[in-house]
C-alpha cells in the first residue's frame, strides 16, 4: 500500500519538479496557416477529385446513372479550435460536384456541401520523441445537397444514391485526408531535435518536457532543453524559475517563452571567451599607462616614474548570469581585473588584482532565425583588492578608472563574443525574424508572427 502511495506521490513529485526552460504557445493562428499550406503543399483536394472517379470498395453501381465524375472540389475553409485538454477540433468545410449519365439520356448533377471534422492530438511519437499530430474522430456531415436532374430520373434512385454513395463512400474518401494533411505538418517538427549549434562553443536541443497540454486558447509545449559544451558535459540549466507570460497578448496569438535561468545556462557555454587581455587601447582619450594610473592611486608614480604602458586581464571566474525584470535584461559578470605593467624584455609585472562584480544591459533581438544580444555597461556593482604590488591603496579611487574601463575596453570584446546567435527550436518552418520582444519576470517573450 505504502509503496504504491510513494509511487504515485513520487510520480506527481517528478512529473512536476523541473520548470521548462523554454515553452511555446501555439496558437490556431500558427496552426491555421500550417495546416492551409499542409493542405496545398499536399494537393490533396486534386488527388481526392482524381480518387472519387475510381471505384471503391463500397459503391456500389448505381442503377441507371453511369460516367460518374467528381468536379470542382472547392477551396477548402478550415477552421481550428482548442478543446482544452482534448486537442484542435478541425472543422474542413469544403464542396464539389459529382455529375453523370442518365441511361436514359440526360445529365445528372448533384451539388455537395460537406464539413469534415475531426479532433487532432499534438502528442509524443514513441519512437522519435517529437511532437506529432494524429487525428481521432473524423466525420463528414453533409451541409447542403442540391441535385440537378433529368426530368426522367425517379427521385427514389436519387435517394439510392445519396445513400449508399455520400453516406458511406465521403468518409472513406474524406478522412484520410485529414490525415495525410497532418503527415506534412508532422514532417515540419522533424528537425526540433537537431542540436543547433551556439557559434563553436556548443549545442542546444530542445527536448519535449512533457507530453503537449491544449489550454484554453493555445497548445503548451514545455521543452526542457539540453545545453551541452562543445566536446564536454551538459550544463545543468537553474531549477525554480516559472515562466511568466505578461497580459496583453490577443487571444489564440503564439508565443515562445525563454527562462532566463536557460539563456544563462547557454551564456555559460561562452564563459570562457569572456576572459580578455587588453593592451595598446586607449581609455576616452588617455592611453594605457603607469601615468594615467598613477592619477587615481599615486603610489603608482612612486613606484614607476617613468611611463610604461599597461596590460589589463579580465578573467571571468563564476558563470554569467541573465536576470530579467519587466522590460529589463541584465547580464552579470564575476571575475578578477589585473592590471600589469608591460616591459621590453620578460614578463609583465602585476600591479594590483581586482575582484570586480559589474552588470551589463542586454538588448535582444533575432536576426537569421538565431536569437541575439548586444550589452552596454549598467554599472560596476563591487570591486575589491585582492593583490597589490605597490602596497595598500584604497580600491575605490578606481571606481571611475575601471568604469570606463569595462565600458571602452571591456564591452566591445563582449559584444565580439554576442556575435554568435542563439538557436530557436526549429518547428514548422518558424519564421523568428518577424517576433516581437519583450523582457518579463525572469521571461523573455517572443511574440510569434505570421509572413
Ligand atoms: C460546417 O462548418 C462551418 C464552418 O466551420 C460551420 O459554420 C457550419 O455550422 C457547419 N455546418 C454543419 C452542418 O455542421
Not at 327 to 332: P, Q
Not at 436 to 449: G, H
Request: aromatic content about 6%; charged content about 20%.
Amino acid at each position: 500500500m505504502l509503496r504504491i502511495l510513494c509511487l504515485a506521490l513520487c510520480g506527481l513529485l517528478t512529473g512536476s519538479r523541473a520548470d521548462p526552460g523554454a515553452q511555446l504557445r501555439l496558437g490556431m493562428d500558427i496552426m491555421n496557416h500550417e495546416v492551409q499550406s499542409a493542405m496545398d503543399e499536399s494537393h490533396i483536394l486534386e488527388k481526392m477529385a482524381a480518387e472519387a472517379g475510381q471505384p471503391r470498395p463500397g459503391m456500389k453501381p448505381i442503377k441507371g446513372i453511369k460516367d460518374v465524375k467528381v468536379k470542382d472540389v472547392l477551396t477548402p475553409v478550415i477552421t481550428l479550435n482548442v478543446v482544452p485538454g482534448e486537442g484542435i477540433f478541425q472543422c474542413v468545410s469544403t464542396g464539389m460536384t459529382i455529375t453523370g449519365k442518365s441511361f436514359m439520356g440526360g445529365n445528372m448533377e448533384i451539388i455537395v456541401v460537406l464539413n469534415i471534422t475531426a479532433t487532432n492530438r499534438l502528442l509524443q511519437d514513441e519512437e522519435t520523441g517529437l511532437p506529432t499530430f494524429k487525428s481521432e474522430g473524423c466525420e463528414v456531415i453533409l451541409v447542403n445537397v442540391k441535385a440537378n436532374l433529368p426530368s426522367n430520373m425517379l427521385p427514389k434512385v436519387v435517394n439510392k444514391f445519396l445513400d449508399s454513395t455520400l453516406h458511406k463512400v465521403l468518409p472513406g474518401m474524406m478522412c484520410p485526408a485529414i490525415d495525410e494533411v497532418l503527415v506534412y505538418v508532422n514532417k515540419k517538427w522533424a528537425n526540433l531535435y537537431n542540436p543547433g549549434p551556439v557559434g563553436q562553443f556548443g549545442t542546444v536541443k530542445y527536448l519535449l518536457a512533457s507530453v503537449p497540454t491544449p489550454t484554453a486558447s493555445n497548445i503548451q509545449v514545455d521543452f526542457s532543453p539540453e545545453v551541452q559544451k562543445q566536446g564536454g558535459s551538459a550544463i545543468e540549466i537553474a531549477d525554480g524559475q516559472t515562466l511568466e507570460l505578461p497580459e496583453g497578448y490577443a487571444e489564440g496569438s503564439s508565443q515562445l517563452l525563454l527562462s532566463a535561468a536557460f539563456l544563462t545556462a547557454e551564456l555559460t557555454l561562452l564563459q570562457k571567451s569572456f576572459d580578455v587581455k587588453i593592451k595598446d587601447k586607449k581609455i576616452g582619450k588617455l592611453p594605457q599607462t603607469t601615468k594615467t594610473l598613477a592619477d587615481h592611486i599615486p603610489a603608482v608614480a612612486e613606484a614607476y616614474p617613468k611611463p610604461k604602458p599597461l596590460v589589463t586581464q579580465i578573467k571571468i571566474n563564476k558563470p554569467p548570469k541573465v536576470t530579467m525584470k519587466m522590460g529589463k535584461s541584465l547580464l552579470h559578470l564575476h571575475g578578477t581585473l589585473e592590471i600589469f605593467v608591460a616591459r621590453r624584455r620578460g614578463k609583465p609585472v602585476s600591479l594590483f588584482l581586482l575582484e570586480v562584480h559589474f552588470n551589463l544591459k542586454v538588448q535582444f533581438s533575432v536576426r537569421k532565425n538565431q536569437l541575439h544580444m548586444t550589452t552596454s555597461f549598467n554599472s560596476l556593482l563591487s570591486l575589491s583588492r585582492e593583490s597589490s604590488s605597490i602596497g595598500n591603496f584604497n580600491e575605490k579611487d578606481l571606481t571611475d578608472y575601471i568604469t570606463d574601463y569595462l565600458q571602452e575596453g571591456y564591452v566591445p570584446k563582449v559584444e565580439d563574443v554576442l556575435q554568435v546567435g542563439l538557436p530557436l527550436p526549429d518547428f514548422l518552418d518558424m519564421n523568428y525574424n518577424l517576433a516581437v520582444l519583450d523582457v518579463a519576470e525572469n521571461t523573455l517573450v517572443l511574440d510569434l508572427k505570421l509572413n
